[in-house]
């Protein structure tokens, strides 16, 4: 697909004109109280091994993917899975950076979704997210 695509735009000449006048764009946006540089957010992602290779566990991916977004202006949701040390890790990475992430929860049975709030709660999370496609 890639490459058909890059075929298909060598038969097309884009006319770039611009929409906005030639200054700083303040890109910012401010959502549940807090201010981000950009608005979008990463995305979460799980299955680290298996998706991406082994160079990182869920674990090492979650705490350097929340500071590094962080440290730029924006949020990262973060993954669950089966392992519960995920979710303990995320919002370990989440408390570290003043809550500026979103841990997404799977939808487990209510004891195990109660478990996993509350360790969003102790985060200091600024939002919760959870993901419906597993569900069932």
């Not at 992430?101 to 959870?130: C, D, H, Q, R, Y």
Request: charged residues 20%.
């Amino acid at each position: 697909t890639a490459i058909r695509n890059y075929q298909k735009w060598q038969d097309i000449r884009v006319q770039m004109d611009t929409l906005h006048e030639n200054k700083p764009v303040d890109m910012s946006v401010q959502l549940f109280g807090r201010k981000f540089s950009y608005p979008f957010f990463a995305g979460p992602v799980g299955a680290i091994g298996l998706h991406y290779g082994n160079a990182y566990d869920e674990l090492t991916y979650n705490k350097i993917l929340v500071s590094a977004c962080a440290e730029n202006g924006i949020a990262a949701f973060t993954g669950d899975g089966l392992d519960s040390s995920v979710m303990a890790a995320a919002t370990q990475a989440i408390k570290a950076v003043d809550g500026q992430g979103i841990p997404t929860v799977k939808p487990w049975n209510l004891e195990t979704i109660k478990e996993k709030l509350a360790l969003v709660k102790e985060s200091g999370a600024f939002a919760v997210a959870m993901d419906i496609d597993a569900a069932g």
